[in-house]
Nanobody, 115 residues
């Protein structure tokens, strides 16, 4: 069954901005800390931003100050606002729980930063 649907990925120029979103059918979404992950070609999937059930965010150093994570528990959605994008941000972006037994991955959304 579909757990997550990510959307909003695109080709953007360096320095540009993009907002990606994720929606889930999981009724328990609101009680879990969630995260945005990304996987670049030839690299392992990495967790880049997390948000607690009460909307406290954390970020890895490489995106701190450029990315903003948010969630809407009533709508069971999560978003990632990405500013000042760099070529090294190019990856497929996924959402999932922050820790524990992860839910089934969605198809992800492709973000490509290139001139």
């Amino acid at each position: 069954q579909v757990q997550f649907v990510e959307s909003g990925g695109a080709l953007v120029q360096p320095g540009g901005s993009l907002r990606i979103s994720c929606t889930t059918s999981r009724s328990t979404f609101s009680i879990y800390d969630m995260g945005w992950y990304r996987q670049a070609p030839g690299k392992q999937r990495e967790l880049v931003a997390t948000v607690t059930s009460s909307s406290t965010p954390t970020y890895v150093d490489s995106v701190k100050g450029r990315f903003t994570i948010s969630r809407d528990n009533a709508k069971k959605t999560m978003s990632l606002q990405m500013n000042d994008l760099k070529p090294e941000d190019t990856a497929v972006y996924y959402c999932n729980k922050r820790a524990g037994t992860l839910w089934v991955w969605g198809q992800g959304t492709q973000v490509t930063v290139s001139s």
